[in-house]
């Protein structure tokens, strides 16, 4: 293990050296005193950092990360004298990467401080550029998301997970499962929306052969398929409030009974939540019932907008036109790329994705132009081009198709702002 002159104990030095965690140790000053073997081959490719700051290796700064705008864990442990857990974005010999970093205070014979314990490990579950599948950001508001993430996962708490519609509930519901003790189950995806009571309960719950006309045989529900898994309710604000008593219940005993059936079985799952309604308003309003929010507020994540995270916008623009066409190399024109940073993405990650798929089929090249982009976008003006004259029926459907979009898709809640009937809405869009 690499030491400085001013080393600590053998002891700790020893404990650190077998431990199969890059770690290293600092005085109060952020020097780093040493570093195992597993720091220095996955977070310094071998080179020497003993008598380095921590912030200049895993940062590039010249100061502590505290006087850059970020939370320094050395600095508040300090202060507390109590452990310290951040996630960071550091240098690495692959590039940036999410990293878990856990500071521990070393208290010596003095009794007083004496040197820092950083055990630092790497997230998989997102990434910083990008890649086929998983989470990918690096602002400020996804880390701060992340570290929830993190946080929550390795529990069996109740997650949920709030934001508006495109935002990628479902992905960071995903992430969760994967860091969870439960990885090797089941993820099952419940669709909350449009489920009627007997649906409801056939669909979680299951059925027993004759429990109703055209149940030929025995039907396993989804809260059973989950077991020793993850049971992800999507857009769980949109359950009718008769069916929101069938699952507190359930929440509640831990124990179902299938349609038609006398057993009870108990379920094996870890929930995960997700809504873009407000549901304290909803519990105001009385059209969601205060004893099932507390149950599924345990632990809340705010997914941020992507208006709220624009450093990512370009990132992830890469990312989708990856995914949509992995045997192409779809790029961005510096003009192209500039307009979707000014953008507002009322439809977040979603719209993003739609905008990109479009602009590919517009585009006879590899290069994605402006004048492949949505007029909105393009900066051709929000429903249509300033000296462009179209049909009234024309322009009216653009007007609901982009208005739609700053409703993040939400019919119902357009329509009672247009005052007319959500019937009547979707006929006009058709």
């Not at 202060?79 to 692959?94: A, C, D, I, K």
């Not at 499962?177 to 909350?192: K, M």
């Not at 992800?232 to 831990?254: M, Y």
Request: proline letters at 5%; a negative charge; aromatic letters at 6%.
């Amino acid at each position: 293990m690499a030491v400085s002159r001013m080393s600590p104990t053998n002891e700790l030095i020893s404990f650190l050296e077998t431990h199969p965690d890059p770690q290293i140790v600092m005085d109060g000053d952020y020097r780093i005193l040493a570093a195992n073997a597993a720091y220095r081959r996955i977070f310094s490719s071998g080179r020497d950092v003993v008598g380095q700051t921590c912030y200049s290796v895993s940062h590039g700064y010249s100061r502590p990360c505290d006087e850059c705008g970020e939370f320094c864990p050395l600095a508040a442990s300090r202060v507390s004298g109590e452990p310290n857990r951040v996630l960071h974005l550091h240098h690495t010999p692959r590039g940036e990467e999410h990293v878990d970093v856990e500071l521990t205070p070393i208290v010596g014979a003095s009794g007083k401080i004496e040197y820092f314990v950083e055990r630092m490990s790497t997230v998989r579950e997102a990434s910083s550029f990008p890649v086929e599948t998983g989470l990918v950001g690096k602002s400020p508001a996804f880390n701060r998301m992340l570290e929830l993430v993190r946080r929550v996962a390795p529990s069996d708490t109740t997650a949920l997970l709030l934001g508006e519609s495109g935002t990628g509930k479902e992905l960071v519901a995903q992430a969760i499962h994967q860091q969870s003790g439960r990885e090797h189950g089941p993820f099952v995806v419940v669709e909350c929306s449009g489920l009627t009571e007997t649906l409801f309960e056939s669909e979680l719950f299951g059925y027993e052969k004759g429990a109703f006309t055209g149940a030929n045989q025995r039907k396993i529900g989804l809260v059973e398929s989950a077991a020793g898994g993850t049971l992800f309710l999507d857009e769980v604000g949109d359950i009718p409030l008769s069916l929101q008593v069938k699952l507190l219940r359930l929440l509640e005993s831990g124990t179902f009974r299938r349609v038609g059936g006398l057993e009870t079985h108990r379920a094996d799952f870890r929930l995960v939540a997700a809504t873009h309604r407000d549901l304290k308003a909803m519990v105001d309003a009385g059209t969601f019932r205060r004893d099932l929010y507390y149950r599924l507020s345990v632990f809340p994540i705010v997914l941020p907008a992507l208006r709220e995270r624009r450093e990512d916008i370009g990132l992830l623009a890469d990312t989708l036109l990856t995914r949509l066409a992995p045997g192409r190399a779809y790029s961005l024109s510096a003009a192209a790329r500039a307009r979707l940073q000014d953008y507002d993405f009322p439809g977040n990650i979603r719209e993003l994705r739609n905008i990109l798929e479009r602009a590919m089929l517009m585009a006879d090249g590899d290069v994605l132009l402006p004048g492949h982009l949505p007029p909105e976008v393009a900066g051709q003006g929000e429903v249509a081009a300033a000296d462009e004259v179209v049909p009234l029926e024309v322009a009216e459907r653009r007007y609901l198709q982009w208005a739609l979009a700053r409703h993040g898709g939400d019919r119902k809640s357009l329509a009672a702002r247009l005052g007319i009937s959500e019937r009547t809405l979707y006929r006009k869009l058709a």
